[in-house]
């Protein structure tokens, strides 16, 4: 039976990471071929542009690569996806992991990975939505 899925904007191949880059999945898709797929960026949404400072989870803020505090945008962008998926009845969350918005179990700290969720996860997570990375088994 088909569902509505969320998924991480870059996975379905737009061009949406910090670089400019996409990390689309073609396997992933084909896992999900059956479902209906909601594409979402939640740092564009958020209002950050492409390309853009690379960004970690610093302790509860976001900072970028330059030492800017992104937290806002991140936390907008998150709102914006769990918006998405409310519309579109979305329960499954795939998301790009290691991603301070989209990391499910891992995120990119000043220090390297570590573990942890980013915004975004742990957002729709508290909300009820089975969130996992795109490494994830089925």
Known sequence: MSQSVLISACLAGFPCRHDGQTKFDPALLERLRDDELVPVCPE?????????????????????????????????????????A???????????????????????????????????ARLLASQGLDVRGEDSPW
Not at 91 to 99: F, G
Not at 103 to 119: D, F, I, K, N, S
């Open 44 to 84: 564009v949404s958020g209002g950050l542009g492409i390309p853009r400072a690379a960004a970690w989870i610093d302790g509860g803020r976001v900072l970028d690569r330059d030492g800017r505090d992104v937290t806002h945008e991140f936390e907008a962008g998150a709102q914006v996806a769990l918006s998405a």
């Open 86 to 120: 409310r519309a579109f009845g979305a329960r499954l969350a795939v998301l790009k992991q290691n991603s301070p918005s989209c990391g499910t179990r891992m995120v990119g700290t000043p220090a390297g990975r570590a573990p942890g969720m980013g915004v975004t």
